[in-house]
């Protein structure tokens, strides 16, 4: 029988999308399908035709360095807003993430059509999130005053450096539902810059050595879904070097968003597989993981620092989320042949398993 992290290595060819244009119809479906590495495609929650509960949109920062990271999300679930913070520590091996939620936002967030520029701000009791994209900088600044208790803020104030060059666009429908669909954009290698207060401690980010991600995702998602995603940023052999690995819902069968990028260039991969190891009828989580492709151009093993899991089972809702912090080694090839050694990116692999 296989096992549920497993995938059929396709082959496919990857289709590119080259041309800009709407994103749906007028009656709601997709106009084109593929990857890209800008978001050439318009997005306009107006001109979705599914029910409204099933649209999800979030724009996701993740912020690190070989020693820590802070983690932002603001996402508007229709039935349900999430405003998160998460702050990262790999030298003490532990994290801590605060969520609020908010009901029934069904798009009252505003969260923009593009990921290129505006400003996204989530606010509530003791805590501000905002997110401004001016320019060729992205500014993450605010804070969370009950973060580690009654008395115990964390604040926080880093730049992103945005050097407009390549990334994972990907446009997804799903099987048989004609009016859902994933638009997601992901943006590796930004150099960082500024600092996170906590609990008397700095946290500074230099650019040198911090890199940012952005997951900036638009769709209407299917009820139930499990999904693998890995992304790292850093330098490997004097170069801004990242990767993108993902797959495990909807029919990728014109495109993947398997990347990687090395001096601020794309390049395309197929297919991918995280083999986790179990542990009897569960996964193993924070033993070596296994990460390769089916061209022969990505071999990775993935070691563990923490995972950062939650799990939560609410009536018709749930999820059980592992994202996991490590270290990256191995080898991957380029599109032209070059053959990279990696060691010890620091970067994240995670399984989430959703009914919402």
Not at 120 to 130: F, L
Not at 238 to 267: I, V
Not at 319 to 333: I, Y
Request: aromatic letters at 12%; charged letters at 25%; hydrophobic letters at 35%.
């Amino acid at each position: 029988m296989k096992n549920e992290h497993e995938v059929h290595f396709l082959g496919n060819v990857q289709k590119r999308m080259l041309t800009r244009g709407d994103l749906l119809s007028l009656d709601g479906r997709l106009m084109d399908r593929g990857y890209a590495t800008s978001l050439l495609k318009r997005y306009d929650r107006s001109m979705i035709k599914a029910p409204k509960w099933r649209i999800k949109e979030w724009d996701y920062y993740l912020i690190c360095n070989d020693f820590f990271a802070l983690a932002l999300t603001v996402a508007d679930n229709s039935y349900m807003g999430l405003d998160s913070i998460s702050l990262i520590d790999f030298e003490k091996k532990q994290q801590h993430t605060v969520t609020r939620m908010k009901p029934l936002t069904g798009g009252k967030l505003n969260l923009h059509s593009s990921s290129d520029a505006g400003v996204v701000r989530a606010q509530g009791k003791n805590y501000e999130i905002t997110l401004r994209k001016e320019g060729d900088q992205r500014h993450l600044y605010g804070h969370m005053y009950d973060f580690g208790g009654e008395r115990s803020a964390l604040l926080f104030d880093v730049v992103l450096h945005d050097q407009n060059e390549d990334s994972m666009v990907i446009v997804t429908p799903f099987h048989n539902k004609p009016h859902h669909f994933y638009y997601n954009q992901k943006i590796n290698c930004l150099p960082a810059q500024g600092r996170v207060i906590f609990n008397g401690l700095d946290y500074i980010f230099s650019p040198a050595t911090s890199f940012g991600v952005l997951d900036w995702g638009r769709g209407v998602w299917t009820y139930r879904n499990t999904w693998y995603w890995a992304s790292a940023s850093g330098i490997v052999q004097g170069q801004r070097f990242g990767l993108n690995l993902g797959y495990g819902f909807g029919d990728t069968s014109a495109a993947t968003e398997n990347m990687l990028f090395y001096d601020g260039k794309a390049h395309k991969l197929q297919d991918v597989v995280f083999d986790i190891p179990r542990n009897g009828k569960g996964f193993d989580y924070e033993k070596p993981w296994e990460i390769k492709d089916n061209q022969g151009r990505l071999h990775l093993n993935f070691v563990p620092i923490l995972d950062r899991a939650a799990k939560v089972s609410a009536l018709v809702i749930s999820t059980d989320q592992h994202q996991v912090f490590g270290r990256f080694n191995g080898n991957v090839t380029l599109d032209d042949g070059r053959t990279l050694q990696i060691k010890d990116l620091i970067g994240f692999a995670e399984r989430v398993k959703n009914r919402y």
